[in-house]
Nanobody
Framework: QVQLVESGGGLVQAGDSLRLSCAAS????????MGWFRQAPGKEREFVAT????????RYADSVKGRFTISRDNTKNTVYLQMNSLKPEDTAVYYC??????????WGQGTQVTVSS
């Protein structure tokens, strides 16, 4: 079992930056890939970014590539999402998740990000 708690969301203006954090507890954090997802009102949850267990490999959705950076600190059991040049269309609840084998099995409760124009 892994428990995940996201933080760092808020209300910002277009062009601003935010850094989301996801603190993990429970099973060994460093052994798992992690991902960030988001869900906007009335839309399905969508993939944002993922990072492998060591942090050596990352992948991003096209919509955030070049603006968002995923990273992790295994000594702190934390994964981050640095979001720059935010746009109103980035407004959503952001979730982190732990990938076990081939599925994202454990999810946090989410943190709200609102970007005003």
């Amino acid at each position: 079992q892994v428990q995940l708690v996201e933080s760092g969301g808020g209300l910002v203006q277009a062009g601003d930056s935010l850094r989301l954090s996801c603190a993990a507890s429970g099973r060994t954090f460093s052994g798992y890939a992690m991902g960030w997802f988001r869900q906007a009102p009335g839309k399905e949850r969508e993939f944002v970014a993922t990072i492998n267990w060591s942090g050596s490999s990352t992948r991003y959705a096209d919509s955030v590539k070049g603006r968002f950076t995923i990273s992790r600190d295994n000594t702190k059991n934390t994964v981050y999402l640095q979001m720059n040049s935010l746009k109103p269309e980035d407004t959503a609840v952001y979730y982190c998740a732990t990938k076990v084998v081939s599925e994202y099995r454990y999810w946090g409760q989410g943190t709200q990000v609102t970007v005003s124009s």
